[in-house]
T-cell receptor, first 112, second 112 residues
Framework: LAKTTQPISMDSYEGQEVNITCSHNNIATNDYITWYQQFPSQGPRFIIQGYKTKVTNEVASLFIPADRKSSTLSLPRVSLSDTAVYYCLVGRSMDSNYQLIWGAGTKLIIKP | NAGVTQTPKFQVLKTGQSMTLQCAQDMNHEYMSWYRQDPGMGLRLIHYSVGAGITDQGEVPNGYNVSRSTTEDFPLRLLSAAPSQTSVYFC???????????FGPGTRLTVL
């Protein structure tokens, strides 16, 4: 199982771009990289998913280098409401062998 | 479309009591999972199901039972509650493969 390593915490200021890097040295060929966001007292919410290169959606971008041993979640122009815990997951689910490991995540604090 | 719903939101049990945490989804997802989240930690998989009538153990299954008689419902039963089971429990559903997981709001359980 691919284990991920993320910074425990980060802080930034409103309007800044925030980059959170995740290390996943044991990523397997079939593994995807997925990021979730979790606010206090809520369940996690999907942000973005990718396999290689770059993926962008309306809330974030995900950069994945060619060796796929790390990935970077980029949040453009953050606001106070982006204060949350961000989880990087690597894995895939097979029909009868569900494999995803959740680390402790990165606690992001946005300051005014 | 309610998504994933969980009841109750809060529960206090005494050691040795049993109870069932309810989870339901209205998205017709085949896959459903139960996680627990301890303070400051990531999610740990308890049990999961890949379809009605099919369940399997996750990372921390001891002390919990599940069943999946319908696509919509996936209850989690605590057999004999212990203080170590004090946690927040999240239910999730998704279509399968690398699809996005949709989480419920969670049940905060305290065992005295």
């Amino acid at each position: 199982l691919a284990k991920t390593t993320q910074p425990i915490s980060m802080d930034s200021y409103e309007g800044q771009e925030v980059n959170i890097t995740c290390s996943h040295n044991n990523i397997a060929t079939n593994d995807y990289i997925t990021w979730y966001q979790q606010f206090p007292s809520q369940g996690p919410r999907f942000i973005i998913q990718g396999y290689k290169t770059k993926v962008t959606n309306e809330v974030a971008s995900l950069f994945i280098p060619a060796d796929r041993k790390s990935s970077t979640l980029s949040l453009p122009r953050v606001s106070l409401s982006d204060t949350a815990v961000y989880y990087c997951l690597v894995g895939r689910s097979m029909d009868s062998n569900y494999q995803l490991i959740w680390g402790a995540g990165t606690k992001l604090i946005i300051k005014p | 479309n309610a998504g994933v719903t969980q009841t109750p939101k809060f529960q206090v049990l005494k050691t040795g009591q049993s109870m069932t945490l309810q989870c339901a989804q209205d998205m017709n997802h085949e896959y459903m999972s139960w996680y627990r989240q301890d303070p400051g930690m990531g999610l740990r998989l308890i049990h999961y199901s890949v379809g009605a009538g099919i369940t399997d153990q996750g990372e921390v299954p001891n002390g919990y039972n599940v069943s999946r008689s319908t696509t919509e419902d996936f209850p989690l039963r605590l057999l004999s509650a212990a203080p170590s089971q004090t946690s927040v429990y999240f239910c999730a559903s998704y279509r399968g493969g690398t699809d996005t997981q949709y989480f419920g709001p969670g049940t905060r359980l305290t065992v005295l």
